[in-house]
């Protein structure tokens, strides 16, 4: 985990490589959670805009929306 940086073509990225927390883990159980009150840049397209709002309209009123859990 932390932060890994990689040349390539385009020159250099930088990346934030996760480690998997559950590993070893026989049932995980696990949730998608998506914190903030919106889901899109500073710089989207309002049909951006609109399709993420219409995927859970409360999320812009109490700030969160779960996405999946295992």
């Not at 397209?45 to 859990?69: L, N, T, W």
């Amino acid at each position: 985990h932390g932060i890994e940086e990689r040349e390539g073509e385009g020159g250099g990225a930088r990346y934030l490589k996760l480690e998997d927390l559950t590993a070893g883990m026989s049932r995980p159980c696990v949730l998608d959670l998506k914190m903030g009150r919106r889901t899109y840049g500073d710089t989207a397209s309002e049909a951006k805009k609109i399709r993420e709002r219409g995927k859970y309209p409360p999320q812009e009123d109490i700030g969160f929306r779960i996405v999946g859990m295992r």
